[in-house]
């Protein structure tokens, strides 16, 4: 079995879509035959578990398996829509104080040996919580909004990846990925957003895919179901082709246009319109 | 200017204070007229447009103008401190003024001589001037990084992010977007330049004098340019 693959989903920023974006992409990942764990690091404000519609099964958390208290196959929750995805949750009670580098290094070793893809959904910030989450991280999706603050954020955390994660410690690099969220083609002709050359040139990251602001995900995250196993719409579409990317595989065949979005396809995949 | 002096007190289990020398960038307030009233209202002024830069600010106090006039140190102290300024010491003071103002609690601070006055104050014809080592960065510069060249050039073949900070003794080159800040000359090297690709800085600074972005809008924005000391003032023009 291949090496399995530590991903971590970051930004800076909160409420950008890293969230989302963990379930759409864990979610994908899983669809696609790969055996895949998506982790909320997010200790104390947990919500990974409500977007993976998984929250009234959680009995033992991240925080239980770090102190013993758990094992692994007691925390991991199963996906009942996808064979090959389990939800390792974050604990609600207790704080990020409890995530020690020796006991989080523990876990994902142990999912290493049974996984082939490790997502760890990094809380907003750039303190112990989002630390930990990226520290272990071989790649990483920078989730960023087309507004300032949030590529301001964005271009910070880069930083922390470049100087505080492992492989950078070691002298290597985490492979960084920028997914650009919420974006809206028409607002960003218009100037009243960023748009996408203009990102991806403050960033200096490679694109890996544009996800349009859609009503389809407020409605996915309200019943629990990860975006790209919800019903058609235009950010499921743009997760699948972000995720054939992030594998390097072709793109799923479309079908149909019936929903006029693909009229977008450009955009997201990041290509120049 | 950056000893690194260690003096530990052994003689007791515990120890209680260790010396190291250090290395600070702090801002000259140059005098002009003993009137601590104009000098109050003007400063007030200001420190309106940048107060949080102000707030707090530890001040050396140049008197290389001022050098014929009396000056009433604990006023001008009282005054400084009122406005939450904090004088530190002077300098360029008169052998009276010096009495006068260590009286008052300041510093007697000295500016480190220039390479030129070095080379003359030199009686060893064996001494070898410091050599410029240039520090060269290939990657970006992102938002919360500081990078430090101490004793020469600051080389970054790439853009600088809109909250980074570039700090060097000599000058600082910058290949590409410059949006963050950059203060060259920060030992008080006159002769530093900035240049850049592009100017969209937040900060530029040379020798302690500097022009935020606002300033620096109106003059040249968004163009390759360089950034200098002439005359006694920041001035930037067109590459």
Redesign the interface.
Known sequence: MTEAKVIVVTSGKGGVGKTTSTAAIGAELARRGNKTVVIDFDIGLRNLDLIMGCERRVIYDFINVINNEATLSQALIKDKREPNLYVLPASQTRNKDALQQEGVSKVIEQLKKEFKFIICDSPAGIERGALMALYFAEEAVIVTNPEVSSV??S??I???L??DSKLAKEGSEVKKHLLITRFSPSRAKRGEMLSVEDVRE?L?VDLLGVIPESPAVLSASNQGIPITLDVDNDAKFAYRAAVSKLLGEPEPVQTSNKWGFLKNIRIFKGEPV | MSTHLEQNNTTNAGIAFQLKGGLFTLTTLQIFSADINALHTQLTAKIQQAPNFFHNAPLVLDLKIAVQTNIDFAALSDMLKSLNLIPVGIKNATPEQTQNAIKHGFAILRDAPNPKERELLATNPQVTPKSHVAKIITDPVRSGQQIYAPDGDLIIINQVSNGAELIADGSIHVYGSMRGRALAGINGNTNARIFCNSLEAELVSVAGNYKISEDIERQAWKIAAQIYIKDDRLQISAL
Request: hydrophobic share 35%.
């Open positions: 301001r954020d271009d910070r880069i930083g922390v470049n100087s403050i200096a």
